[in-house]
């Protein structure tokens, strides 16, 4: 089993950048398929990127070329670094972690706009 723990977020501008942690307990994130996934008001749960255990990548049309994830096996952290941020970006972002018939979410750090 592992614990999550997202942090990162807070108050951003237009065209400003971010880096979203994923600190992991309990277990080593190697062994898990990691993922960033948002949620913006009144809009459904979105995929925004993913790692697999062997490094390979995906991401959504959205994000692609601005967001980049990555994995710290000696630091057990997932990072999404996040620029050309723009207002569409605002959600709160959850850490994902799926092992076999296991999945497991931390509680969320939000991402917000300022004008």
């Known amino acids: 089993q592992v614990q999550l723990v997202e942090s990162g977020g807070g108050l951003v501008q237009p065209g400003g950048s971010l880096r979203l942690s994923c600190a992991a307990s309990g277990d080593a994130v190697s062994i898990y398929s990691m993922g960033w996934y948002r949620q913006a008001p009144g809009k459904q749960l979105e995929l925004v990127a993913g790692?697999?255990?062997?490094?390979?990548?995906n991401y959504a049309d959205s994000v692609k070329g601005r967001f980049t994830i990555s994995r710290d096996n000696a630091k057990n952290t997932v990072y999404l670094q996040m620029n050309s941020l723009n207002p569409e970006d605002t959600a709160v972002y959850y850490c994902n972690a799926v092992r076999i018939f296991y999945t497991f979410w931390g509680q969320g750090t939000q991402v917000t706009f300022s004008s």
């Open positions: 790692i697999s255990t062997s490094d390979s990548t």
